[in-house]
Nanobody, 123 residues
């Protein structure tokens, strides 16, 4: 089992940057594929980015490709989401998720979730 705690959210102006972090507890962090999802008010939760275990292959939603970067630090049991060129439509609660099976853009495939961190982008 793994517990996930997100941090780094906040209010930023359009065009600005934020880095979200997700700290994972436990000694088996390396066994999990990791991902970020987000949910805006009144909308469904949507995939943002994922990174595989081992080889660290990344995948991004088209809406964030070229602006966001997901990475993981095995020494610190942390996964990060670097967000650049933020837009008002990026405003949402961002969730970190872990899967013991495989990396995907399918939310039900992830067994563990953090509590979320709010990102607000002003125009």
């Amino acid at each position: 089992q793994v517990q996930l705690v997100e941090s780094g959210g906040g209010l930023v102006q359009a065009g600005g940057s934020l880095t979200l972090s997700c700290a994972a507890s436990g000694r088996t962090f390396s066994r999990y594929a990791m991902a970020w999802f987000r949910q805006a008010v009144g909308k469904e939760r949507e995939f943002v980015a994922s990174i595989t275990r081992g080889d660290g292959i990344t995948s991004y939603a088209d809406s964030v490709k070229g602006r966001f970067t997901i990475s993981r630090d095995y020494a610190k049991n942390t996964v990060r989401l670097q967000m650049n060129s933020l837009k008002p439509e990026d405003t949402a609660v961002y969730y970190c998720a872990a899967s013991s099976r495989f990396s995907s853009d399918y939310a039900p495939g992830y067994e563990y979730w953090g509590q979320g961190t709010q990102v607000a982008v002003s125009s």
